[in-house]
């Protein structure tokens, strides 16, 4: 089955960093844009940050200059490294990867479970 999974979520304190990673594995025929979303208590889910195939990135606002996003093509992986961290980025964070599979026809994106990061201040 194809599968996207997140981790490296985790507790850290106010100024503190930490790096998620997401993995897209299975029968894939081709990986396009992979990205990040979190959703935190009682508010709705906010885009992040999203990376082509090629590398090029866009990422929201509220995180610029503090979060980097990359991505790994050999490893089907991607990497957000999130530095001088806020108690408002406390949230679940979400990865999805467009994909092309063979049950399928055309591009769809598939989520991840999504993975806990907690700022404490």
């Known amino acids: 089955q194809v599968q996207v999974v997140e981790s490296g979520g985790g507790l850290v304190q106010a100024g503190g960093s930490l790096r998620l990673s997401c993995t897209a594995s299975?029968?894939?025929?081709?990986?396009?844009?992979m990205g990040w979303y979190r959703q935190a208590p009682g508010k709705q889910r906010e885009m992040l940050a999203t990376?082509?195939?090629?590398?090029?990135?866009n990422c929201a606002d509220s995180v610029k200059g503090r979060f980097t996003l990359s991505r790994d093509n050999a490893k089907y992986t991607i990497y957000l490294q999130m530095n001088s961290l806020k108690p408002e980025d406390t949230a679940v964070y979400y990865c999805?990867?467009?994909?092309?599979?063979?049950?399928?026809?055309?591009?769809?994106?598939?989520w991840g479970q999504g993975t806990q990061v907690t700022v404490s201040s």
């Open positions: 999805y990867a467009d994909l092309t599979v063979p049950q399928r026809f055309g591009v769809y994106a598939y």
């Open positions: 299975g029968r894939i025929l081709a990986i396009d844009d």
């Open positions: 990376i082509t195939s090629r590398g090029s990135t």
